[in-house]
């Protein structure tokens, strides 16, 4: 039968004391292992460098040019759009010339002669017809004969009666002379930089005997203005019209008319006049 025995050992005090050698010391062995420097080391403290000190460096320090410049030559190949985008961009560009494009907010007057005749009986003066052209207003007035010394102008404005120009007509002689009425002509001139959101009024004046006689569309004026603006307006009518309310186009909310016809509008705006 195997057994496991521990017995004890003991040992005198001088068995425990060291011994120096007295023979010459032996060079210690180097390891035979040799380690590569790793990349990645170098690279964190190479980042740990960056970090510790910023520096800003252009490209001409370092011998390369500021700029940089690229040149595109004209396609020799035409480009192939399909044909529902060229119908659409030609859509657009439609559109954008008939908005840049002014037009009258006025049917011409003589276009109903007996209404015209009416309102020159009436006012002594009336426009009888109007075209605008590239950058010019031009047109006719009749006038009854009362003198023989008499004057008419027309009086514009550009900026909703901040300010105005009179513009002296000129007398025309009729192909078929008549001792009831005559007829002046005149050309206005247009701004260049009217804006989109800006129209044009005017009014005809009759001065003869010291009296003044004016024709301005029954108190309306006559106006020129963007026809994508006048588009917007015809559309805003057709909708009120629906519910029977009659709303003048350029702000004067005239509402009674259409609910409460036996009320006063408010604040009186359809019985406003015009300028003069």
Not at 45 to 54: G, V
């Amino acid at each position: 039968m195997l057994m496991d025995m521990a017995l004890p050992l003991f040992l005198s005090k001088e068995d425990f004391v060291y011994r120096a050698a007295t023979g010459p010391c032996k060079p210690p062995l180097s390891s035979c292992l040799r380690f590569q420097r790793s990349h990645c080391v170098d690279q964190i403290r190479a980042e740990d460098a960056r970090k510790a000190k910023k520096q800003v460096t252009f490209a001409d320090h370092k011998g390369l040019s500021l700029t940089r410049v690229k040149v595109f030559s004209q396609f020799n190949d035409p480009i192939d759009i399909p044909l529902n985008i060229q119908e659409m961009l030609r859509s657009a560009l439609s559109v954008t010339a008939e908005e840049d494009k002014l037009v009258l907010d006025f049917t011409q007057p003589s276009s109903d002669y007996l209404h015209f005749r009416q309102s020159l009986e009436r006012n002594h003066v009336s426009l009888e017809r109007c075209v605008l052209k590239e950058k010019a207003l031009s047109g006719t007035v009749k006038v009854k004969n009362l003198t023989f010394e008499k004057s008419v102008k027309l009086r514009v404005t550009f900026d909703s009666w901040k300010s105005h120009t009179d513009v002296a007509c000129v007398y025309m002689k009729d192909a078929y002379l008549s001792s009831y009425s005559d007829t002046f002509s005149f050309q206005v001139s247009l701004p260049d930089n009217l804006r989109p959101y800006e129209h044009i009024e005017f009014a005809v004046c009759y001065e003869v005997g010291g009296c003044e006689y004016w024709d301005s569309n029954q108190g309306k004026n006559y106006r020129i203005l963007w026809s994508s603006m006048r588009r917007r307006h015809q559309e805003a009518c057709s909708r009120r019209r629906d519910f029977g309310i009659n709303f003048d186009p350029y702000g004067n909310p005239t509402c009674s008319h259409g609910i409460f016809p036996d009320w006063s509008s408010y604040a009186g705006y359809e019985n406003l006049s015009p300028y003069y």
